[in-house]
Each structure stands twice: as C-alpha cells, then as structure tokens.
C-alpha cells in the first residue's frame, strides 16, 4: 500500500472536491494499491461508505473501449483508419472526414451533442449524420463527444449488432470482464455511485443510469458514454495495452503488438489544440492541460466527466485508476478533481520507482 495516497483522497475528501473513491495502482502487472476512500454521497441521507466493489459510471472511458473495438477491427482488416467516415455510415453527409479523424478528434465536427438531449435517439443521429465537414478539418485537435458516438455506430455497423453487444464480444467478454457494462439492472443500482443531482431535466438524483445526457436520450448505449464498472476490470483492460495487446491473465492476444505501439503514440503533436483538449493517440489521451500536468511524455490515459480517470506509464510497468463521482451533489466547472489526479499518479511514480 501507499500511506501518502490515503493522506490525499482523506484532504480531498474533506475539501469536498469528491465524496469518495476506489484507487488502484499495479506495476507489472501487481497491484501495489488498492483503496476504497470516504462515501457515495457525503453524509447526505442514503449515502453509503465506498468499497472496494462500488460501480461507477465511467462517462468517457466508454470512448476508450470503442476505441479498442475499433482497432480490433483495424486489426481484422475490416476497419481502414483512413477510410471516409461514410464508407461505414452510408448517410452521413461530411464525406471527406475520417476514420482516424474521430480517433484523433480532429474531425473538427461541431456539433455539441450535450444540447440535443431533448431529442430522441433518431433526431440525434440524424442532427449527427447531417453535419458538414469544416474547412480546416484535420488540422488542429477539438475534443468532441461525437467523434467516439460515429466511431461507436462504425464499430455497430460493421459488427451488424448494437454497440453493447459488439464491444462485449470485442472487448469485454475476452477479458473477462464481469462488471463491466452498459444499462446495469435495477437490482446493481444501490452499489452504484450517484453522479449528480439533476434539477433541471430529470428532476432526481442520478444513480444506475447513465449521467450523460445524450447518451441517455440515446437509450444509455453510446461510443462516448454508457458503461459502468469497477477497478479491477480497469486493471485488466489497461493491463491489455501495457502487455502490448496480449491479456496475459486470460492468454488471448486482442491487439497487434504494432496496433498498440500506433495508437499510443503522440499523432497529434504537430497540431494546435483547444484549451482544453489532448494531444491524442487512436482514442487516448496524451499531454492532457490538466489530468496529466507534470507527468512523463510517455504517459497516456483517458478521463471521464464523472470522475474515472485510467493512466498508463510504459517504461514504469505502472497503471493508476481512479474512480470518483466527483460530480455529486452537482458538477463543478472547471472541474476540481484534475490537479488531485496528477498528484496522485505522480505521488505513485515517486513511490513506485
């Protein structure tokens, strides 16, 4: 275990930056720190102490799952990165944009899928499907939800299944993970973490569906939101990538060794980003403004809007998952939790060297 990460979630804790969390930390592939800290919802009337089994909602870490089905594909031959996004989509309108743009976000597509949630599931897709292709498209990285909800359809289309059958075949099932899903039953609701009290459109606490918005007006299945899950399942799944694509635990090989070097390296460096976005692999996060301030430039990860945060260090053999619901009793912005989740990866670096 690691004494000064409790000393960090026990100040954050109390600072109110979140209610809770589970913390796990492996390199080579054992686990070094595994902590469950504070509650679901501060002393508020329901809340219950976090275990190490708590659920969450992983918000945008669903994009890096749908990034790894993709890269299956790719691997498969049935996937092509630089393929127009509407050779798989046949009624999308921006027909120049690519495969690779969404994976890179530099699709520079501007639809803003947050303030659709009004609409239904059809109205969404077809406002998505509408967009047009902007001039400067693939020249500078705007980090866009709808970049991971087109690459979820791609994966669907070519699976020709819903998005959460494919990626549990892709990806889930062979790494066997079991708490690891889109749409949890009522009967796992009160071990999931409430993400927010919603006062504006769905009049209650938010607690076994999903928190983005979108995603739930699109039925709770999405590219770039949706699935829940547990630390453990963190773990295997980016243990997948430091194994260089072979889940050494269930013996199957999921990606290409050359796959994983690809999507892990820097594709946008040579390229202007907004304030608050990445630089970016195919679907991870590199040089974040914010999560990953002060880290080595080998460092890639993903973080979610609710919290989850999963960061890989290479050269380190280490990984680091957090899982918060940093957004209860209601969001901040800008987001509080970024600064804790560089001391703690770093914290585990200087523990760990």
């Known amino acids: ?44 009337l329901g809340s219950q102490p976090v275990t190490l089994e708590t659920i969450y909602d992983l918000a945008s870490l669903t994009k890096i799952f749908t990034a790894t089905a993709a890269l299956r594909l790719f691997d ?7 393929a127009p996004v509407a050779s798989y989509l046949a009624n999308f309108q921006a027909s120049s944009l690519t495969v690779r743009q969404l994976l890179t976000h530099t699709s520079g597509l501007k639809v803003r899928l947050s303030t659709l949630c009004q609409q239904s599931a059809a109205e969404i897709k077809a ?27 791609i994966v669907a289309a070519i699976m020709q299944q819903p998005l959460d ?6 990806v889930c099932q062979p790494l066997q993970l079991q708490q690891t899903f889109f749409c949890p039953p009522e ?32 039925g709770g299945v ?8 547990v630390a453990p399942d963190l773990w295997s799944f980016g243990q997948l990538w430091l194994d260089g694509g072979y889940a050494t635990a269930q013996k199957v090989s999921l990606l290409h060794e050359e796959t994983v070097a690809l999507a892990t390296q820097n594709q946008t460096a040579h ?71 560089a001391k703690v990866i770093r914290t585990a670096i200087q523990e760990l060297m």
């Not at 498969?76 to 630089?82: C, G, S, V």
Request: charge should be negative; include cysteine.
């Open 76 to 82: 498969a031959k049935l996937l092509t990165l630089d």
């Open 222 to 229: 999405a590219g770039h939101a949706g699935l829940f899950s």
């Open 187 to 218: 009967a796992l609701w009160s071990s999931i973490a409430p993400t927010e009290w919603d006062h504006t459109w769905r009049e209650r606490l938010v607690q076994g569906t999903v928190h983005d918005e979108s995603t739930h007006a699109l």
């Open 271 to 341: 390229l202007p980003r907004g304030a608050t976005s990445p630089h970016c692999g195919l679907g991870w996060m590199l040089e974040h403004p914010a999560a990953m301030q002060g880290l080595p430039s080998t460092t890639y990860g993903h973080t979610g809007f609710t919290g989850p945060v999963v960061a890989l260090l290479p050269p380190l053999r280490l990984l680091v998952v957090i899982l918060s619901n940093r957004t209860y009793p209601l969001r901040t912005i800008p987001p509080k939790h970024h600064t804790l989740t």
């Open 1 to 44: 275990m690691i004494p000064a990460l409790d000393l960090l979630f026990q100040e954050a804790i109390a600072q109110r930056i979140l209610p809770g969390a589970v913390v796990l930390v492996a390199q080579d592939g054992k686990i070094q720190h595994f902590a469950a800290y504070g509650s679901t919802m501060y002393t508020d």
């Open 165 to 170: 059958r494919a990626l549990k075949e892709l």
């Open 127 to 153: 406002t998505v499907w509408a967009a047009k292709a902007p001039p400067d498209a693939g020249e500078s990285v705007e980090y866009s939800n709808c970049n991971s909800l087109l690459l979820g359809e």
